[in-house]
């Protein structure tokens, strides 16, 4: 995929992940909505801890580079050592980090893992993307970003018009305003959405009403993943289900983000919309094996193996 080339756009944060104990917590659950509860003022004690650097631009990022991808972020880090901890990190894995600007501190994620799920306490500073003048290239992949993002809407628009493609996976942070997105969904190539994304967005919780939905407002691919449950897929013509790859849970976090760079570099590629799922879950299957975001990410060579040896992962037609 050397020839391709993709500027990631969205937060980069410092994670730092703590596995509960088993005794430590209870988890309750009830009509698939489940709650963690601990003791109020108690000292809890933690399994495993590990700071990793995270954020979906930051593992899309990485994601692009190690499928060979010619990768680039558009992101903004504190004036802080963890700021430049995160442009180091990013420049070892094969990330052009030339468009990085840096504003007050580096955004910062607490993130609780108990029984492979997480739960995730998030503090981020709005940002001035006004400032970063995006490179010329293939496609665009748009991430989550705070308010600040809105500056850079006509800037993106006029790349497109101009002949990038682009994927959006607008995350909770973009979601909460959608409809500044408005132009730019109505251009984009795939839309990534989760279930419980695509249910507050579009008041139903039927698929095919979802999907209906998503492309009503003008992208040309739709994808709504679900967890465990896998993900669909549709375009104007075809629409199906793919399940997952089986593997051990350790931690979610990154599995989405894992597999929609999968999927949009090798659908830019010119892979099919079958060929380009399953590229996405057996990155996402690599990635929720491990703590952290990226740690999991394989190469082109590593998935074309991988699905070349699963005959497991088929579309199901919606």
């Known amino acids: 995929m050397e020839n391709l080339s993709i500027c ?3 937060d980069t944060t410092i994670d730092r ?13 009830s009509k698939g909505h489940c709650e963690i509860s601990f003791g109020h003022g108690e000292k809890i004690s933690i399994e495993k801890y590990k700071k990793s650097f995270g954020g979906s631009a930051l593992n899309t990022a990485i994601g692009f580079s190690r499928l060979s991808v010619k990768s680039s972020i558009a992101t903004i880090v504190g004036e802080d050592e963890d700021g430049e901890q995160i442009i180091s990190f990013l420049s070892k894995n094969g990330v052009n980090t030339s468009l990085i600007k840096k504003q007050e501190d580096t955004n910062q994620s607490a993130i609780l893992v108990y029984a492979g799920e997480r739960t995730i306490f ?6 001035d993307y006004g400032q970063i003048e995006i490179p010329n290239t293939n496609w665009l992949y748009l991430s989550s970003a705070g308010d600040g993002f809105a500056k850079m809407i006509p800037q ?11 994927a959006i996976n607008p995350g909770s942070s973009l979601i909460e305003n959608f ?7 109505n251009v984009c190539e795939i839309l990534f959405l989760n279930r419980q994304e695509a249910t507050m967005l579009f008041k139903t919780e039927k698929i095919n009403e979802q999907i209906d939905e998503v492309l009503k407002q003008g992208p040309k691919t739709a994808v709504i993943t679900d967890g465990a449950n896998g993900a669909y897929v549709a375009n104007a013509t075809t ?7 089986p593997s051990r849970l350790v931690d979610q976090t990154g599995a989405g983000d894992s597999f929609s760079c999968a999927f949009t570099a090798s659908h830019a590629q010119g892979m099919s919309l079958e060929e380009s799922s399953r590229w996405g879950m057996v990155n996402s299957s690599s990635v929720i094996e491990k703590i952290g975001a990226n740690d999991g990410l394989l190469n082109e060579k590593q998935i074309r193996e991988i699905v070349g040896s699963s005959p497991i992962l088929k579309a199901v037609d919606l």
């Open 239 to 245: 629409r199906f289900h793919m399940g997952i790859m």
């Open 122 to 127: 998030s503090y981020h500073k709005n940002r």
């Open 156 to 166: 993106i628009d006029s790349k497109v018009k101009a002949g990038a493609k682009i």
């Open 179 to 185: 409809e500044n997105l408005e132009k730019l969904i």
């Open 17 to 29: 992940f703590f596995m509960l104990d088993k005794g430590e917590a209870e988890l309750f659950c």
């Open 8 to 10: 990631t756009i969205g």
